[in-house]
């Protein structure tokens, strides 16, 4: 693939970080990239669009970002980048991820996968979910957890991105029926043709354009014995209700894409829905929440 970029730059405090992140991973199409911090704790973000990024946009993210950390709207400079090999080049250096017994790699790859493992390639792409994020592994980690206790028939994968984590429950599971949507069309078109290179029969995992629990698809599919939903925290809440109801009796969700200080909201929410907290993971800021319907 060969297309211009529009690469967004800027300084975040290092201890801001987190939010900042999760407001630009909100920016539909984009693509982030984290440096180290400088001597004055700044940390650079570059975020990476197919197209002009709309700066108005982008202010609100920011602005609700620095509000909530409690410091100055960071200025940004935006350009448009040379055309080039662009998955190419995302991926030059990168090695495979490993999260227990799942293998993330891309086409670039060499590596041998580890025997007994889950390999499955991933390549960077406009979708989000290449299994380096903090938030995806937790996922991962959760759904093998899960996979030890027992089968499940029908799961859900709400906001998909790549399809990673659906894939990932369709291996850990063979038998399971895996559905997965996003709103974003393009991510979808990821997703399906991640699931043809890694050698999936065509519609499973079924993957479909549509918005949250309202979908077609996810409403013709349900109930679920399992919902993954690796999103942000506002989201999260608002779906809440909704979640429940789609769980089957005794179903579990699995909730990430959330800061370990949006725990708290998101559990409260959740139990006013009916689901209960059964377990978390935490890896850095970031937290996933398992939790079942009784």
Not at 11 to 17: E, I, M, R, S
Not at 56 to 62: K, N, V, Y
Request: net charge neutral.
């Amino acid at each position: 693939m060969s297309d211009a970029i529009w690469e967004l730059r800027l300084q975040v405090p290092q201890g801001a970080q987190a939010l900042f992140e999760a407001a630009l991973e909100g920016v539909d199409g984009g693509a982030l990239s984290v440096g180290g911090a400088d001597v004055r704790g700044q940390v650079p973000l570059i975020l990476y669009l197919g197209a002009a990024p709309d700066r108005s946009e982008i202010t609100a993210r920011l602005a609700a970002a620095a509000a909530a950390a409690g410091t100055q709207v960071p200025d940004f400079t935006s350009e448009m980048m040379p055309e080039i090999d662009w998955v190419a080049e995302s991926q030059a250096g990168l090695p495979a991820v490993r999260s227990g017994r799942i293998w993330v790699y891309g086409s670039h790859v060499t590596e041998t996968p580890p025997a007994s493992s889950i390999a499955l390639k991933i390549d960077a792409n406009v979708a989000f979910g290449t299994g380096r994020h903090e938030t995806t592994r937790l996922c991962l980690q959760a759904l093998q957890d899960l996979a030890r206790r027992g089968k499940v028939a029908r799961v859900l994968d709400l906001g998909c991105g790549s399809g990673l984590l659906a894939l990932a429950a369709a291996r850990l599971w063979p038998t399971a029926e895996v559905t997965a949507s996003d709103l974003d069309a393009p991510s979808i078109r990821v997703a399906r043709e991640n699931a043809r290179l890694n050698g999936f029969a065509p519609r499973r995992p079924v993957f479909d354009v549509g918005a949250g629990y309202a979908a077609p698809v996810v409403r013709r599919n349900g109930p679920y014995d399992l919902i993954i939903a690796n999103i942000l925290a506002g989201p999260l809440m608002s779906l809440a209700s909704a979640t429940a109801a789609a769980s089957a009796p005794g179903g579990t969700v699995v909730l990430s894409g959330l800061l370990v200080t949006q725990e708290q909201s998101v559990i409260a929410r959740h139990r006013a829905a009916g689901l209960r907290l059964q377990a978390r993971r935490r890896m850095g800021e970031w937290s996933a929440l398992v939790l079942t319907r009784a």
